[in-house]
């Protein structure tokens, strides 16, 4: 039984019956941030109006900073080494580049349930039975979003963040969504004050000891997702 499982809050995020299955997106080219947040917002619009189903979009983009709508000037340490983007998103700094998985949800909680905090809870959820595929420990915060993996090796009290979350709603559909460390370089994140946190480190699966591939841990993600949040159909692959 892993982790998540174990939890005592319901995190079950299945659509009501009746719902298509949420479309599950898988891009292979590194997609510029400007021009994925145009195709989310679009899609968002759509799923409100009725015209598209759900979906999950994963991507990796070039390397790049982004600053949440809580954000501090001062967490931005190297304001020159890649671009920066101000986001609508929740959070604070965060990096993306090639090696992190990330994947926008564009989810329609009036389909499932309208308590935000419960769909945050059932992201990490998600996330921390992912890792558990890898008999890697993932962890939630109440006091920090995200999923951590304790690191004894480096301190009695030390952890690392493997994943971040931040979400956006509008009329109860959720736009942006999380970034899951596979193989991103973790030096790229000393341009910033990670999320706010300044004690304690970032880490990926390669950086554990888990050599894998981005096709081979989508495939988890979506067994994963499937269990929390209902069926998906795959998409043309970009």
Request: glycine content about 8%; overall charge negative; aromatic content about 8%.
């Amino acid at each position: 039984m892993s982790p998540a499982d174990r939890d005592e809050i319901s995190l079950s995020f299945l659509p009501k019956s009746g719902s298509d299955p949420v479309e599950w997106r898988i891009s292979d080219e590194l997609v510029d941030y400007e021009t994925a947040l145009a195709e989310m917002d679009d899609r968002v619009e759509r799923i409100i109006s009725g015209k598209a189903r759900e979906q999950v979009w994963l991507l990796e983009h070039p390397p790049l900073y982004t600053a949440g709508t809580r954000a501090e000037d001062t967490d931005l340490v190297a304001p020159d080494r890649f671009p920066v983007y101000k986001t609508k998103r929740g959070g604070q700094h965060t990096y993306h580049g090639p090696g992190q998985r990330v994947a926008y949800l564009m989810l329609d909680l009036k389909r499932r349930k309208q308590d935000v905090r419960a769909f945050v809870a059932a992201v990490e959820s998600w996330l921390i039975s992912s890792l558990w595929h890898y008999h890697i420990r993932g962890e939630r915060r109440e006091d920090r979003v995200g999923v951590w993996v304790q690191r004894p090796e480096k301190g009695a009290v030390t952890e690392d963040k493997i994943a971040a979350i931040g979400i956006r709603l509008r009329r109860w559909v959720t736009f942006h969504g999380i970034s899951f460390n596979v193989e991103p370089e973790l030096e790229h994140f000393s341009g910033i004050v990670p999320c706010g946190v300044t004690d304690h480190g970032v880490t990926s699966l390669v950086d554990l000891g888990i050599p894998v591939s981005m096709a081979e841990n989508d495939m988890i993600l979506r067994a994963e997702f499937e269990k929390v949040f209902g069926p998906v159909v795959s998409a043309d692959t970009d």
